[in-house]
């Protein structure tokens, strides 16, 4: 199993900037994630993929962020961050970090990121 602890979000007024952080946690081999990620789920909206980082560190993008977030990890923390430059109104949602081990993906809790315009 896995456990997602995300921290980092908060309130931010359009263009600037926050930085998210997700500790990973397995009962079993680290090396047993496949990749770790971030989805985001707006008011109203459907949850939808943000970002991602396999074990090789080959990292995919939703259009909307590309060129304004960047995704990385650190394997020797188990840890994956999210850096968001030059955030917009319509950024504003709940990010939740993932983890896909095989055809299985776990969430975490969540943490709200507000922009406002």
Do not use: H
């Not at 995300?6 to 997700?22: N, T």
């Amino acid at each position: 199993q896995v456990r997602l602890v995300e921290s980092g979000g908060g309130l931010v007024q359009a263009g600037g900037s926050l930085r998210l952080s997700c500790a990973a946690s397995v009962s079993g081999s680290i090396f047993s994630i496949n990749a770790l990620g971030w989805d985001r789920q707006a008011p109203g909206k459907q949850r939808e993929l943000v970002a991602t980082i396999s074990s090789g560190g080959s990292t995919n993008y939703a259009d909307s962020v590309k060129g304004r977030f960047t995704i990385s990890r650190d394997n020797t923390k188990n840890t994956v961050y999210l850096q968001m430059n030059s955030l917009k109104p319509e950024d504003t949602a709940v990010y939740y970090c993932t983890a896909a081990q095989g055809f299985t993906k776990t969430w975490g809790q969540g943490t709200q990121v507000t922009v406002s315009s």
